[in-house]
């Protein structure tokens, strides 16, 4: 069984920086694509930042440049940096692993971590 899970998150000010970790035990490959996504209240699902299978990362617009996202494939760990936190960046934030190959979609997702920054 594939378990995904979330912490780090908090309440903070704007300005405040968090580090959110994602740990994924279950599956024996080390290099597989993991990503952090978010949910606001009355939004859709976004991608904040996502790392691929060949070490590649990608950010969203709305935080390059504030987010620095690190992989440690021994430990298979994700981590999100979050600098210079805004109030939009007040989410639930998502980790997922492992794209499946056909649907390029997620297969394992945790159960979130709260992420709440105020002005």
């Known amino acids: 069984r594939v378990l995904v899970v979330e912490s780090g998150g908090d309440s903070v000010q704007a300005g405040g920086s968090l580090r959110l970790s994602c740990t994924v035990s279950g599956l024996r490959d080390d290099d597989y694509a993991m990503g952090w996504f978010r949910r606001a209240p009355g939004k859709e699902r976004e991608g904040v930042a996502s790392?691929?299978?060949?070490?590649?990362?990608r950010y969203a617009d709305s935080v390059k440049g504030r987010f620095t996202l690190s992989k440690d494939n021994a430990k298979h760990t994700l981590t999100l940096q979050m600098n210079l936190l805004k109030p939009e960046d007040t989410a639930r934030y998502y980790c997922a692993a492992d794209v499946d190959s056909v649907c390029s979609e997620y297969r394992y997702w945790g159960q979130g971590t709260q992420v709440t920054v105020s002005s």
């Open positions: 790392i691929d299978s060949d070490g590649t990362i």
